[in-house]
């Protein structure tokens, strides 16, 4: 009697692993396929999902050797894209339950010293989130205090030399954002443990939109 209810538990638990591990599945597809609809509109011609991940393509391409600035047009594009990323995140069933954080990627070409490119692919993802929290330029749409907040607390900086190339220098110059989502445990753990307080002050500082952005422009 012992053996069988110790062998229906363990079947229990395997069986609801696996309904887990597919809705949280069905899940992240879902929100990539809405990410992708968003991805459609015109405004953002150029733009793709592949996997996880948000390919800026030729729109999020450096134009020089060692630069670490968006341009513009780049900027604009970050600003008008995210919001509509982070509302995503916020209503679909893998935002609420199993995002865990976003990797801003920064990649340099192989011209140049390694350890050069390995600080400046983490420049050029730095310079994503200085200019998303940064304040907003002339005639740009200032990002709401929730978008802003999310973005400190869940968008990470990533960086890598030239060790994800492209097929050309130019293309190997990109951001990228991954998306990155909790495993079961992950998911259970943080159910079963309350998380650690953020430390508001230090979080006000983050937000505020007057605060330099340290990296120096090239």
Same mark, same amino acid.
């Given at each position: 009697v012992a053996m069988s209810v110790a062998l229906l538990a363990v079947t229990t638990q395997v069986s609801q692993d696996i309904k887990e591990d597919k809705e949280r599945k069905e899940a992240i597809d879902d929100l990539m396929k809405r990410i992708e609809k968003v991805v459609s509109e015109k405004e953002f011609e150029g733009v793709r999902v592949i996997d996880n991940t948000i390919d800026f393509g030729p729109r999020g391409r450096f134009e020089r050797? @060692?630069?670490?600035? *968006?341009?513009?047009?780049?900027?604009?594009?970050?600003?008008?894209?995210?919001?509509? %990323?982070?509302?995503? %995140?916020?209503?679909?069933?893998? @935002?609420?339950?199993w995002f865990k954080r976003a990797v801003v990627e920064g990649y340099a070409s192989q011209s140049g010293k390694y350890l050069f490119?390995?600080? *400046?692919s983490l420049e050029r993802s730095e310079r994503v989130i200085c200019d998303l929290l940064g304040a907003p330029l002339a005639g740009e749409v200032p990002l709401g205090d929730e978008d802003r907040r999310l973005i400190a607390t869940k968008f990470f900086v990533g960086g890598a030399s030239f060790n994800s190339l492209r097929a050309t220098a130019d293309d190997s110059r990109r951001i990228e954002f991954k998306l990155e989502f909790k495993t079961?445990?992950?998911?259970?753990?943080?159910?079963?443990?309350?998380?650690a307080k953020l430390d508001e002050a230090a979080l006000a500082n983050a937000l505020d939109p007057n605060e330099r952005c340290p990296i120096f422009n090239r």
């Open positions: 050797e @060692g630069q670490n600035v *968006l341009s513009i047009p780049q900027r604009a594009l970050l600003r008008q894209f995210t919001p509509k %990323l982070l509302d995503e %995140l916020r209503q679909s069933e893998a @935002g609420k339950r490119n390995l600080n *400046l079961r445990q992950e998911r259970r753990d943080e159910l079963s443990k309350p998380a």
